[in-house]
């Protein structure tokens, strides 16, 4: 029997099984395991972050808020500066620190960790819409506003610290021994990052 052709997913480099699996490893808040986060640092995978950010800002069109070019925009740009700093933290040291740190590895785990964001924003969309229907302290555009926003509020908070935790021991660990005593310089640009795509999500 002649082999069967290969799907045109496949053929494109998407796998939605490993794209599942390491967005349910952003999710998870557990430290993994070295074999699993040595794996996940090096990975290359730009279509799991399209997903994730596709689906970001399709929620937010629900809400009839069109961010298609702001959130892929920052990705881009973010993911830019966020290499080129990571490389000039490593390139002091070691030379070889930072082959691990390319730019589309740096855009792979910036997307997969705002995994965050994309429950904040099916939260908001749904859950936190449908209550702020009913309620008197809330906004007339829809933003978070009075007593009831406390909720949505802290899990953003939850969100963003996630995410920033997350992709910066993913980063921290393809500088290898140059990420030694770095991660607040690390973590910080990651708040900033996470906090701006949960900011785009309330308002």
């Not at 999710?27 to 596709?54: I, W």
């Not at 069109?61 to 990571?86: D, E, F, N, P, V």
């Not at 030379?95 to 429950?119: F, K, M, P, Q, W």
């Not at 906004?139 to 009831?148: I, L």
Request: net charge positive; charged share 15%; aromatic share 10%.
């Amino acid at each position: 029997m002649a082999p069967s052709p290969t799907p045109f997913l496949e053929e494109l480099g998407v796998d939605f099984a490993q794209i599942a699996r390491r967005a349910k490893s952003a999710m998870n808040p557990l430290p993994m395991r070295k074999k699993h986060t040595r794996e996940t640092s090096k990975d290359d995978d730009l279509a799991g972050p399209l997903v994730v950010f596709g689906l970001i800002a399709t929620l937010h069109a629900i809400q009839g808020k069109m961010h298609y070019g702001y959130i892929l925009g920052w990705s881009a740009i973010a993911s830019g500066l966020t290499c080129w700093l990571l490389n000039q933290l490593t390139a002091q040291n070691n030379n070889d620190a930072g082959e691990n740190l390319s730019l589309s590895r740096t855009a792979s785990v910036i997307g997969y960790n705002a995994t965050s964001i994309l429950i904040l924003s099916f939260m908001k969309a749904f859950a936190y819409s449908q209550g702020s229907n009913s309620g008197s302290n809330n906004s007339s555009d829809g933003s978070p506003s009075g007593k009831n926003s406390f909720g949505i509020l802290a899990f953003a908070f939850v969100c963003v610290l996630q995410a920033s935790s997350k992709s910066s021991g993913l980063f921290l660990h393809g500088m290898g021994q140059c990420g030694e005593g770095k991660r607040l310089v690390v973590f910080y640009p990651m708040v900033l990052l996470y906090s701006l795509y949960a900011l785009l999500t309330l308002y």
